[in-house]
């Protein structure tokens, strides 16, 4: 999917923009003697963005316009070092709220429908871009924000909430919570629009079936200005992608060149009429895929394939490279254990170790089961990991982002 002349033209708009702005970025650009793009190689030559670069433009630096014309900051939810503040102009509001617009009318949702939001609200740009997108829908909206399930489920019945937000590990709390009280038939919920956290097909099968709704799976992050830059339509062929205002490239994250449409990689991202903080070629580390081809939807917006890993994720157990992925699919062939797992690594006596907790019933024999997994893996990728079973429901359900893999050997 090569960049086309209106996007060129675009991304030289944003490289003028910066340099004017002399700001982090503009000066570097400057300093690089970047004043602009002719074809798709110029392009492809541009130097990346990174979260580093983010960071040390901490806290204004990205800002491209006076302060006058900024109307709000978003805040990527740091958990280590120091957090990326992202400045909005009232230009990109707008700008988002129409995609986000754009993602809930793909999904089918219309002004009749109750929205129940249970992402959280505040510094980063979840809950209140699903309901700037709502409203510019002109849904009815449930500002819930996230936690106090109890109340949830009293207003998803008494309001006949029919869509959901949420991220899916709280989608598969709500399920649980639905089942476990015997609450199906007392629900109206038709469809989930949920984040684009890494989600496991059995998960997504799970909440799917126990709240007897559709899925929707919605793309973005904070640096780019938030989720709403993508989901999938009815079709459910990978997510369409907002082409009028990013232009998404996939790379090889080693060699950082761009790998043919069809083939994984790490999603590059340039926002093409950002006003507040314009990114080029910024580097997610999400790896996903360009789907070749039109959807039968008829949409010309390109697609991707949904969210596979991060490039970062990647850990060397006893010398193996191992993605928590490939953990994930060997998992899923074992129809007794649940969607949840959990990885942790830890460095114990001069080596590397993974213990992996998965949960099953009290129908299944826990040892039988720990040794099945533990041959499993060691099989498919070659080193042998402590395996724990533990009750289902044991292992953590959150309303934020699940941590699937801990690290302990830098702790
Ligand atoms: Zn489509």
Redesign the pocket.
Same mark, same amino acid.
């Given at each position: 999917m090569q960049i086309n002349h209106t996007q060129l033209e675009q991304v030289n708009h944003q490289i003028e923009r910066l340099v004017k702005a002399d700001n982090f970025y503009g000066r570097k650009k400057k300093e690089a003697g970047i004043i602009g793009v002719k074809t798709v190689e110029d392009f492809q030559n541009l130097p990346f963005s990174q979260k580093q670069d983010l960071r040390d433009a901490y806290p204004l630096g990205l800002m491209a316009v006076p302060e006058s014309e900024i109307v709000r900051i978003h805040s990527s939810s740091g958990t280590t070092g120091t957090p990326v503040i992202i400045p909005y102009t009232r230009k990109d509001v707008d700008d988002w709220s129409e995609m986000f617009k754009r993602c809930y009318e793909f999904a089918g949702v219309t002004t009749e429908d109750r929205i129940q939001i249970t992402p959280a609200y505040g510094l980063w740009t979840a809950g209140i871009g699903f309901q700037l997108g709502a409203e510019k829908l002109g849904a009815m909206v449930v500002p819930m924000g996230p936690g106090n399930t109890e109340k949830q489920l009293i207003m998803m019945q008494d309001l006949k909430t029919t869509v959901l937000t949420a991220t899916s590990s709280y989608a598969l709390l709500l399920t649980e919570e639905v089942e476990k009280r015997g609450l199906k038939d007392k629900i109206f919920l038709k469809k989930g629009v949920l984040g684009s956290e890494r989600w496991s097909p059995k998960m997504r099968d799970r909440i799917r079936s126990g709240l007897g709704i559709e899925l929707y799976d919605i793309y973005g992050l904070t640096e780019i200005y938030g989720p709403g830059i993508g989901i999938n !339509?009815s079709?459910d062929?990978g997510m369409?992608i907002w082409d009028d205002y990013i232009y998404l490239e996939i790379i090889d994250p080693e060699t950082g060149k761009n790998v043919p449409d069809g083939e994984y990689g790490e999603i590059v991202i340039t926002t093409l009429v950002k006003e507040g903080a314009p990114l080029i070629r910024y580097r997610t580390h999400d790896i996903s895929r360009i789907i070749p081809g039109e !959807?039968? !939807?008829g949409?010309k917006h390109p697609?991707i394939d949904a969210i596979n890993g991060r490039s970062d994720d990647m850990m060397i157990i006893k010398g193996v490279n191992v993605f928590p992925k490939q953990i994930e699919e060997i998992l899923a062939t074992f129809p007794e254990l649940s969607s949840e797992y959990q990885i942790r690594i830890s460095h114990l006596d001069g080596r590397d170790t993974m213990r992996i907790y998965v949960e099953t019933n009290g129908r299944v024999n826990f040892l039988d089961m720990a040794d099945m997994v533990s041959a499993a893996v060691k099989s498919r990728i070659g080193f042998t990991p402590l395996v724990k079973v533990v009750e289902v429901g044991v292992l953590p359900r959150t309303e934020k982002k699940t941590k699937r893999v801990i690290d302990e050997r830098y702790d």
């Open positions: !339509c079709y062929t369409h !959807c039968p !939807c949409s697609r």
